[in-house]
């Protein structure tokens, strides 16, 4: 692969994961001024906040399942032009209607852009490029995060809300021009190799998913006894259940279910889980302790954020060096714990911390996870190419579901502790910063188990010699196989 090619490549798989990433965080700043500007009732403001991470999460299988059906290059194409064109739409939305319709539509484009973009990785880019392209691509994700409450406080403080849903298109038009890079999919009507997409297997998965990701919604903004919530999480149950029995009997599955049994695949996507619940909860909830215990304004929070993103920028170039010096199951859990010793930091620094004082444990945070990078790839490493779209979705769903999961857990636990504090007398300030502490160190434990799942399941066994080579003589590696 040429250098102008690889170049092009790296950038359109950083624009991509940035746009996507941005927008789960950047419109919480501006949700106040569209409520007042469009006439929203809370309810409206609820479905503007989420339908975006609930198409996108429950669509996510099925994205990748057409990456392999499709090819990489047309499904990332047409996720970006449907999430640009979404974004133009919401930006010129003038009833909630509209705007939640947009972005519902956004996180379809965003479940095709995603797994298509793992895919590219872990398909068209050589082995000694990938982990550099998975460090770069977390850390578009990690820097997206970061900015997405600066960038909403800013544009909203300073021009219009629309401009939270306008920035994306340049950086969606950018994108798209760099497409043409990924290598061309091999015509797969003309081999006859295009095989019905599992139709019953897309409505299930993504039934069950929309339904698991609504009810924990629901349930962490007000209570999980609250109708519809329990429904809600019955039913994902049950169609999670129907969906297993008809992938187990259909010849071409959304999903092969014999991919699970591969233990760094299902080890990668449950220590993406574990990750996930942590950084989640701790973007969340520290923005607001920022704003509603050290009186921070929104854009000084998002500020706060920016050293993690730094740290992570750092420190990435460095992760793939570690893997190879201690073998990338230590290095990955290495990560993970330094991660859960920034979520115990953070959760300690009181009613009256200075700026100066998260930063350390953001920065444990931000280099700890940079040291996991390589975990996306090394979950797919071993899947066949022609299933590396699916692989990828399913990696990409954990860590979607897993930001609902992580910011929900944390929120249950922040608002029963803090609800108990207040029956005992505490103020307000003191009881909320009470259950965000109880919080983060269970989102802690959870990523220590990660460092446990990924220290298990990660280990890669040693080389098997070709029968009849000699002793010191490896395995010819496979070539990787184009779509």
């Known amino acids: 692969m040429g250098r102008g090619r690889l170049i092009a490549l790296l950038a359109m798989l950083a624009l991509a994961g940035f746009i996507t990433t941005l927008d789960n965080t950047v419109i919480n700043v501006a949700l106040p001024t569209v409520q007042r500007e469009l006439g929203l009732t809370v309810a409206d403001l609820e479905w503007v906040a989420t339908s975006y991470v609930l198409s996108f999460g429950s669509l996510l299988p099925a994205g990748g399942r057409l990456t392999d059906l499709l090819g990489r290059r047309v499904v990332l194409a047409a996720g970006i032009v449907i999430f640009t ?71 909203t403080e300073r021009w219009d809300w629309s401009w939270v849903f306008l920035l994306n298109v340049p950086f969606g038009i950018l994108a798209l021009l760099l497409v043409p890079a990924v290598p061309r999919a091999v015509d797969r009507v003309r081999h006859g190799l295009l095989p019905l997409l599992d139709l019953p297997g897309v409505a299930l998965s993504t039934t069950s998913l929309f339904l698991l990701t609504y009810g924990l919604v629901r349930g962490g903004e007000h209570s999980f006894s609250t109708p519809p919530v329990p429904l809600c999480l019955w039913l994902s149950a049950a169609t999670g259940i129907a969906f297993l029995v008809v992938e187990s009997r259909t010849f071409l599955p959304l999903v092969d279910l014999r991919l699970l049994r591969n233990r760094s695949l299902s080890g990668g996507a449950a220590a993406q889980v574990l990750w996930g619940i942590g950084v989640n909860g701790v973007f969340f909830f520290t923005a607001l302790y920022l704003q509603r215990v050290l009186g921070f304004s929104p854009t000084k929070a998002g500020l706060a954020f920016l050293p993690l993103a730094g740290a992570l920028l750092v420190t990435t170039p460095f ?35 200075q700026y100066g004082d998260l930063q350390p444990g953001l920065l444990l945070i931000g280099a700890g996870s940079a040291l996991t990078t390589p975990l996306t790839v090394r979950s797919v490493a ?102």
């Open 382 to 483: 071993d899947v066949p190419a022609t299933r590396t779209g699916m692989a990828s979705g399913l990696v990409s769903a954990a860590r979607e579901i897993s930001g609902v999961f992580g910011v929900v857990l944390v929120g249950v636990v922040l608002t029963r502790t803090e609800r108990t504090a207040l029956r005992d007398g505490a103020d307000p300030r003191s009881a909320f910063l009470d259950g965000y502490d109880t919080g983060l160190q269970l989102a802690a434990l959870c990523v220590l188990l990660g460092a446990v799942v990924t220290a298990v399941t990660l280990r890669r066994p040693a080389r098997h010699r070709r029968p009849g080579a000699p002793p010191g003589v490896k395995r010819t590696p496979r070539r990787p196989v184009r779509q």
């Open 85 to 155: 064109a979404a974004s133009l739409a919401a930006a010129l939305a003038d009833s909630g209607g509209t705007l939640i319709a947009a972005r519902t539509v956004q996180g379809v484009g965003a479940a095709l852009v995603i797994p298509a973009s793992l895919a590219v990785v872990a398909a068209d880019l050589p082995a000694r490029r990938r982990a550099m392209a998975v460090g770069l691509w977390t850390a578009a994700l990690a820097v997206a995060l970061a900015l997405g409450p600066v960038v909403g406080g800013f544009v």
């Open 319 to 353: 992760a793939e060096r570690a893997a190879k010096a201690v073998g990338a199951h230590w290095s990955i859990a290495g990560g993970l714990v330094l991660v859960a010793g920034g979520l115990v930091w953070v959760s300690g620094t009181g009613l009256h911390a």
